[in-house]
T-cell receptor, first 113, second 111 residues
Framework: DADVTQTPRNRITKTGKRIMLECSQT?????MYWYRQDPGLGLRLIYY???????NKGEISDGYSVSRQAQAKFSLSLESAIPNQTALYFC????????????FGQGTRLTVV | EDQVTQSPEALRLQEGESSSLNCSYT??????LFWYRQDPGKGPEFLFT???AGEEKEKERLKATLTKKESFLHITAPKPEDSATYLC????????????FGKGTHLIIQP
């Protein structure tokens, strides 16, 4: 089983709909992240969470919200999806001990039509 | 603001033809530079972390090096299975978190 699991893997939704992307990890790490990847722009940080009670905005948080339901679960919501939110979304996790590497999920491909 | 620039954007090599990928960075106090490999339709896979100028790390045909302004990923005698997009990223400054990524180098190794 993957250390970081994202659901769904693919999703097509309509403009204006609310959608939630889910992420769970079995690494036992306290920090979790959401990134989006667009062709030609690379990966950009949306939100990050130090622990269940500590959530912070990243570079591109407008139009998104997150919820840290447990140490192992971190979900990303688009309250009212718009076409320019079409992208590949990645969840990641890492330990807070030192500047260690992050482990990424397989990604969710979201298309907003 | 942290900046990471990777070059070239794309590179096509013959099997066995060694080369290097470049990652230039601008940060206020480097807390870690990371190399990842990404295959199509998959999440980034960790390769190396470098923390200080002069540091080098190796894994199979890959070797990562670091100076005060840039990092290189050297690929020696590559094989077709080394074809992927290679991503460089820097750790956020103290008080923040997350990675700032470059746009990646798309590497193709032809048999």
């Amino acid at each position: 089983d993957a250390d970081v699991t994202q659901t769904p893997r693919n999703r097509i939704t309509k403009t204006g709909k609310r959608i939630m992307l889910e992420c769970s990890q079995t690494k036992g790490h306290d920090r979790m992240y959401w990134y989006r990847q667009d062709p030609g722009l690379g990966l950009r940080l949306i939100y990050y969470s130090f622990d269940v009670k500590d959530i912070n905005k990243g570079e591109i948080s407008d139009g998104y919200s997150v919820s840290r339901q447990a140490q192992a679960k971190f979900s990303l919501s688009l309250e009212s999806a718009i076409p320019n939110q079409t992208a590949l979304y990645f969840c990641a996790t890492r330990s807070s001990t030192g500047n260690t590497e992050a482990f990424f999920g397989q990604g969710t491909r979201l298309t907003v039509v | 603001e942290d900046q990471v620039t990777q070059s070239p954007e794309a590179l096509r090599l013959q099997e066995g033809e060694s080369s290097s990928l470049n990652c230039s960075y601008t940060v206020s106090g480097l807390r870690g530079l990371f190399w990842y490999r990404q295959d199509p339709g998959k999440g980034p896979e960790f390769l190396f972390t470098l923390y200080s100028a002069g540091e080098e790390k190796e894994k199979e045909r890959l070797k990562a090096t670091l100076t005060k302004k840039e990092s290189f990923l050297h690929i020696t005698a590559p094989k077709p299975e080394d074809s992927a997009t290679y991503l460089c990223a820097v750790q956020a400054p103290e008080g923040a978190d997350g990675l700032t990524f470059g746009k990646g180098t798309h590497l193709i190794i032809q048999p």
